[in-house]
């Protein structure tokens, strides 16, 4: 005749179940604490005569451990240097219970150290993510995984292009002889230096078009650099000197001579 099941579960803690009356239910057990957990499951069935059987067996549910981990700072400039502390646990009680690290740092940089601390490079023009992954495991086989990222920042760019570096005085510099190249994902903010022979700077201009200096003089000179400012405090970046300088005038002169007969 037709059968009846009901199924039992000791300890019934931190168990999920479906289909108590059935004869395929699901069971999910979730095992929060520090310890793995025998669990004893009964199954009794019944069928149209009154006749009644039962079975058991005993499953073992083991602690999974918790992975976690700790940065020294989110985002920086590049090179970036992060250390990574492990906040991980055994999921199991006893102070004999070691893990197994798997770290990837997502930069080539694979470890199984307990901490660990790792640079991290950018030498393009916009912010790279790293991701970070680190699976622990313990003595049971059970693992646990997380995972996060780093943010690493381009540094300022200073660089320009010169069309004319010389020509008669009066010799305007700006930015029909020299402009700069403009990185806007680095770059916050350009200031334009003029330095005399001696290395002094005797003229400073802001901003990416505002370069606006006279050479008077004739054979004269003056260096410029270009000093590019971070939009993440980076260290700023700066063009080597370039010389600008005007040539000699002209002389005019001339001499009388006496008319021959």
């Not at 601390?117 to 916009?126: A, D, E």
């Not at 402009?179 to 700077?201: C, F, H």
């Not at 040539?247 to 001499?255: E, K, T």
Request: glycine share 6%.
């Amino acid at each position: 005749g037709n059968l009846s099941y009901s199924w039992n579960i000791t300890p019934f803690t931190h168990v999920d179940t479906l289909g108590m009356a059935t004869s395929a239910p699901d069971f999910s057990f979730t095992t929060p604490g520090q310890d793995s957990i025998v669990y004893t499951i009964t199954l009794t069935v019944a069928d149209s005569s009154g006749c009644v059987d039962s079975t058991f067996k005993n499953y073992t549910v083991y602690a999974q451990p918790l992975a976690g981990f700790a940065v020294s700072a989110a985002d920086s400039c590049s090179p970036f240097t992060v250390t990574f502390t492990n906040t991980s646990t055994t999921g199991l009680s006893g102070t004999g219970e070691v893990l197994v690290y798997q770290w990837d740092f997502g930069n080539g940089i694979l470890s199984g150290a307990v901490d660990t601390t790792v640079t991290f490079s950018n030498s393009g023009t916009r912010d790279t993510t790293f991701y970070q992954t680190l699976i622990v495991l313990n003595s049971l086989g059970c693992s646990d995984t997380i995972s996060d990222s780093v943010i690493v920042h381009p540094n300022p760019l200073a660089d320009f292009q010169v069309t004319d570096s010389l020509g008669c005085a009066p010799f305007l510099i700006d930015t029909s002889v020299v402009k700069a190249v403009d990185y806007v994902y680095t770059n916050s903010n350009y200031v334009w230096e003029v330095l005399d022979n001696a290395g002094n700077v005797i003229q400073q201009y802001n901003g990416i078009n505002n370069l606006n200096y006279q050479i008077n003089a004739d054979n004269d000179s003056v260096y410029i650099r270009l000093v590019a400012q971070s939009l993440y405090n980076c260290d700023n970046d700066t063009t080597p000197l370039q010389l600008f300088y005007t040539i000699p005038n002209p002389q005019p002169d001339f001499a009388l001579l006496p008319d021959s007969i």
